[in-house]
């Protein structure tokens, strides 16, 4: 075997230039999906890590009312006496400070929060309990002076420090520290609104917490070390049902269930990351194999005089398949020495969005990863090049038998071991090599989605998207051929060239147009919705969204507004409810009979509230209903007839009419025509679906799910939502505090500010795939590198007999300019085509038609990638280009 | 002569499947023996078959119907490994375009069907060491192909074939590639070893003074011997 190992390391020091290609274009290929496995496994590592601190407990439980007693003694009950207890109420409301207004999320906490991990300090000092409150610290909130910790951000948007006073409601409160972390934040920093942390003895004292305030109330437990929290945590669920005849109004969660609503939100986002990466990896394999085939077809002769020597068969494959691992390996080295450099832009691109203290490290999994990977991955890259040895015999070495002698020093394989010229049994080996390529792609796409279906999905699609290409590839060339005729000599060569260099002017064409689809088809979809998220077509975005405005607010705050020549819009109504039943079954339950199509079936995939097993009994059935006498700008009818603006009659004993948003009716297959069974502050309603709307949510404006007609809601409790038009920037603080000062209560969400937060989010989740995208290209690029290489210097003597004949080196170089001129252009132009189409499909799919065609960017791809691919091709061939025609002749 | 055969053909046949046409025979029924330490010129113009019987000869192709026995082993019925440690053994081969592996030096060139036979590395080493001295180039064993003559090469090339000691040592041109006093030179030395090492040689050849120097000519006419 050394004596293996030695030739396999001689002969790639030897040949150097291939054996640097093939690693820079395998770990080109490596790095992104290196990466985004370090990434993604030092994710999982430090959610599992922290799982008890980002929940703060073992077990929570949440509801949107306080717990009743009997509900406070199951839990007891369950959870046993050695059990610590923590509380925390949230909601938003407005706070001020220093003449400035913001809305902020208020967390109220008992001194037993957090019940794991710590709040930590700009002044890294502690919070101290009454034994230690002599030394330097943080009093606790609930001590008996009003006190309020912020963060940072906050702190600098309000402009105070510590010591200063924050209005919240009706009480002022004292700042006595600038937070840095909280448990609670190490997951996201990512909020609607900024955190400020208060006592929750003195939340009464703010009086906020009026009727319809949307509040949440979370109870914490610890549990004892060695408790079974998964057992407990369906022990309480199942003790907590009998309460609610089945239909639960509070959630209990612990510390796994954290685990995976956090694993499946980023496991969207980095599987989508690792589809593209798989692409990358695709194109920097199909370079890998055509290097190696080129390699190959120089050493065909080694390997015949090693079976001359003596060498059986399978030692001249052990040695080819030594230096694909060696090659391999050395990749891997160079793709884990590159994801040192790229792996730190991770967090940096998702800041915001994943823990501040998070660090992406390289695991020794992900290194074992890669090295599988790069060594494995090479050989099934190159597994289909490997057979055109299979019929290899030392008879060639024979004067006469030779097909060394025949061309240049660039040996070539006999026409007759082409691919498409083999015998059968060849063929079918060829056909099955590609076999665990296939596999191993379609299993990578499986492992990346998580599921097998949007594997398999994947992988059809991609395998449609390459298929198309390469028709469109042989289409044009068919259509080449047909200019042969031209009469201009360096057009006529170029198409030449292409025409009767089939498979490397497809496998080209492919790359560069699979990698300009890639680069196109996420810049079209997030431009499409960054546009309508900037400015709805045919809408205007609020200035102000307004909420928890209560019913006797809205007149005098209309008036306020009017004094101001201001005017409050879409005072819509809100009313919580919950949905019983449908068509005479369970809400849920019945969902399955109910008709659905593939669409609601994907729908219904996505949605975590339709989930199954033990949570499923948790699930939501709470939902908020108004009524309006007319649809608004930002919501359209698509199907049944409008809402009947007569005013229900509660005696008809007939069911109301209900307008429902389609997405909302698809999700939960709902249908024109069905009655709904409802619970509005205890009274059973009953309704029928008679139209469904399409909502644009971007507009901003208050919009519901489901709307009731006229007179249904008329007696209930409510509370109303509303929105201001734009006004000018300096406007709108003033306006602000000023609303505020008169309302407390009343919530105030800067729409542009949430706007911006919501662009910043989407540039950078598109910043990240782009890069993606970038590598596959860049491979793309190595792999268009490496076929004009190999197709150059195999057409040496060719260019040598122009030059012979009077060509100079421009006029080579303007062949080669036009012929990969037109190969990048058309490819690239074709695989933007094709994007377009894939995202608009997208984004008609996922978001409602939201596509806009940015023409800027397009045309800068399609410039940029046929400049690149004459350039690429232009460096490939410029040895060959260069070398004088003696020392061609030379070679034949 | 000795009396038993080293080598014996027997009625073999050799025909190439050819597109759309009927299959081109290129050796017909021959026949013929080889007996230890005889030297054999193969003749013929360009197209009579020699370099196909040379192929037959040394394994390299197998032919539709006869047999090919070496030291009283059918080569045609092992299969493609056996055959392949068979010929490392028993015969040596050399090219006409010396068809040495270009990474290697002179030596390594030398000892690579000793390394794959799996010989023990002092043996190897004494060996390799004997053969460079018998070709004169000692002072070359570190030179890669591309920084030695032609004539250098083929030399490599036949302490390559000799290296193994083999019963059967089968030359295919080994001067066609060299210029005429370097060809002497190299046929020299190849009959001076052949000769020294009583080994069996078969020289495939057009070049008659070759041929000349064998004791035994075959001579091929469109596949048949004359």
């Not at chain 1, 705050?557 to 005017?567: A, G, M």
């Not at chain 1, 109910?594 to 989930?611: A, C, I, V, W």
């Amino acid at each position: 075997m050394n004596l293996w190992i030695r030739l396999a390391g001689k002969e790639l020091l030897r040949n150097r230039r291939f054996s640097l290609f093939f690693i820079i274009n395998l770990s080109i290929g490596l790095v992104g999906f290196i990466s985004l496995n370090a990434f993604n496994h030092s994710m999982e590592t430090h959610l599992k890590n922290n799982l008890k601190e980002i929940l703060t407990a073992d077990m929570a439980v949440y509801s949107s009312r306080p717990l009743t007693p009997p509900e406070e003694n199951i839990i007891d009950t369950v959870l046993g006496p050695q059990r610590h207890t923590a509380r925390q109420i949230t909601f938003f409301s407005m706070i001020s400070g220093n003449g400035i207004s913001r809305l902020a999320r208020i967390v109220a906490i008992d001194d037993a929060f957090p019940l794991y991990g710590s709040i930590q300090f700009e002044d890294h000092l502690p919070v101290l309990n009454t034994k230690n409150s002599s030394k330097p610290g943080h009093s606790t909130l609930n001590g008996p002076t009003p006190t309020a910790w912020i963060s940072r951000d906050l702190a600098v948007v309000l402009n105070v420090k510590k010591g200063d006073l924050l209005g919240i409601g009706s009480q002022k409160f004292q700042l006595d520290g600038i937070i840095t972390a909280t448990p609670t934040g190490a997951v996201t920093s990512l909020e609607l609104a900024p955190v400020i942390h208060i006592g929750i003895s003195r939340l009464k004292e703010t009086k906020l917490l009026g009727f319809g305030s949307r509040i949440r109330y979370t109870r914490y437990d610890r549990l004892p070390l060695g408790t079974d929290i998964q057992q407990i945590t369906k022990n309480l669920r199942t003790s907590l049902l009998p309460l609610f005849e089945g239909e639960p109004q509070i959630n209990v969660y612990n510390s796994e269930d954290v685990n995976q609503n956090l694993g499946r939100v980023f496991g969207y986002f980095t599987g989508y990351l690792g589809l593209v990466a798989i692409v990358a990896l695709f194109l920097a394999g199909i370079g890998t194999a055509y290097l190696f085939r080129g390699y190959l077809n120089e050493r065909l002769k080694e390997i015949a005089i090693l079976m001359s020597l003596g060498a059986a068969r399978l030692q001249t494959y052990a040695l080819l398949l030594c230096q694909v691992m060696l090659l391999g390996l050395g990749a891997t080295l160079v793709s884990v020495a590159l994801s040192f450099v790229v792996l730190p832009l991770f967090p940096e691109v998702m800041k915001g969005l994943i823990p501040p203290d998070f660090k992406a490290i390289i695991n020794p999994g992900t290194l074992g990863l890669a090295v599988f990977m790069g060594t494995l991955g090479s050989v099934i890259f190159c597994l289909p090049v490997f057979v055109r040895i299979h019929n290899l015999k030392p008879l060639v070495l024979l004067q006469g038998n030779s097909p060394f002698q025949r061309a240049s020093s660039d040996t070539q394989i006999p026409k007759r071991w082409g691919p498409f010229k083999m015998p059968t049994k060849q063929r079918s080996l060829l056909f099955i090599s590609f076999i665990p390529g296939g596999v191993a792609f379609w299993g990578m796409a499986m492992a990346q989605t998580r599921s097998m279906e949007r594997g398999t999905l994947f992988l059809a699609g991609f395998i449609a998207v390459f298929g198309l290409m390469a028709l469109i590839g042989r289409g044009l060339l068919i259509l080449a051929g047909r200019c042969l005729r031209t009469h201009r000599v360096i057009p006529g060569i170029a198409l030449r060239n292409l025409f009767r260099h089939k498979h490397a002017s497809i496998s080209c064409f492919v790359t560069i147009a699979m990698g300009a689809f890639l680069i196109n088809v996420i810049p079209q979809v997030k431009n499409g919705i960054l546009d309508e998220i900037r400015q709805p077509r045919g809408l205007r975005i609020p200035g102000f969204f307004l909420f928890d405005i209560q019913p006797e607010q809205l007149g005098p705050l209309k008036k306020f507004l009017k004094e101001k020549q201001l005017k409050l819009t879409n005072a819509s109504p809100l009313v919580q409810g919950r949905i019983n039943t449908v068509n005479g079954a369970g809400f849920y339950e019945g969902m399955n009979d109910r008709k659905s199509t593939f669409l609601s079936k994907f729908q219904q995939k996505k949605s975590p509230e339709t989930g199954t097993g033990l949570r499923g009994n948790f699930r939501r059935k709470n939902f908020t209903f108004s009524w309006r006498e007319k649809l608004d700008a930002s919501e359209t009818m698509v199907k049944g007839r409008p809402l009947s603006n007569t005013p229900w009659d509660f005696e008809s004993n007939q069911p109301f009419e209900v307008s429902l948003e389609e997405g909302f009716a698809r999700r939960f297959h709902l249908e024109i025509g069905d009655i709904m069974g409802f619970d509005v502050q205890g009274i059973a309603l009953e309704g029928r679906v008679v139209n469904l709307r399409k909502v644009r949510w971007n507009s901003f404006q208050p919009n519901f799910f489901i709307l009731f007609q006229k007179g249904v809601l008329d007696e209930a409790p409510r509370t109303f939502l509303a929105s201001i038009p734009q006004i000018s920037a300096a406007e709108k603080m003033p306006l602000q505090n000023a609303i505020i000062g008169k309302f407390p209560n009343i919530s105030v969400l800067d729409v542009n500010q949430t706007v911006a937060q919501l662009m910043d989010i989407t540039q950078r989740l598109t910043l990240s795939i782009n890069f993606m995208a970038w590598l596959a290209i860049l491979a793309g690029l190595v792999v268009l590198y490496s076929i004009v290489r190999h197709e150059t210097r195999t057409r040496a003597w060719e260019i040598n007999l122009l030059k012979v004949l009077g060509a100079g080196f421009s006029d080579i170089r303007r062949i080669i300019l036009f012929e990969f001129g037109i190969l990048g252009t058309t490819a690239a132009l074709f695989g933007i085509l094709l994007s377009l189409g894939v995202s608009f499909g997208i984004s008609w799919f996922f978001f409602g038609r939201l596509w806009h065609f940015h023409p800027g960017y397009t045309l800068f791809s399609l410039g940029a990638l046929s400049m690149i691919s004459m350039l690429t091709a232009l460096m490939a061939a410029y040895r060959v280009i260069r070398q004088k025609s003696m020392g061609l002749l030379k070679s034949i | 002569m000795k009396n038993k055969a080293i080598l014996t053909v027997s009625h073999i046949k050799k025909a190439y499947p050819q597109a759309g046409a009927i299959p081109l025979t290129v050796i017909f029924d021959t026949s013929f023996e080889i007996y230890p330490g005889e030297t054999v010129a193969v003749t013929g113009q360009s197209g009579s078959g020699k370099s196909t019987l040379m192929a037959l000869l040394a394994g390299l192709d197998s032919p539709d119907t006869g047999s090919i026995v070496l030291n009283d082993r059918n080569i045609n019925s092992m299969n493609e490994d056996r055959l392949a440690r068979f010929r490392a053994e028993h015969i040596g081969i050399i090219f006409q375009q010396f068809h040495l592996m270009p990474h290697l030096t002179a030596a390594e060139n030398i000892m690579l069907p000793l390394e794959i036979l799996k010989y023990k590395k002092k043996e190897i080493q004494d060996r390799t060491g004997r053969v460079l001295e018998q070709v004169n180039l000692t002072h070359r064993e570190s030179h890669l192909p591309s920084q030695l003559s032609g004539g250098e090469c083929q030399r490599v090339a036949i302490a390559r074939a000799l290296v193994v000691k083999p019963t059967l040592l089968l030359a295919d041109e080994p001067t066609g590639n060299l210029d005429s006093d370097t060809g002497e030179q190299v046929a020299d030395l190849l009959f001076d070893l052949v000769t020294a090492s009583g080994m069996t040689l078969i020289v495939v050849t057009h070049n008659k003074t070759l041929a000349g120097r064998c004791q035994r000519s075959l001579a091929l006419k469109k596949g048949q011997l004359q």
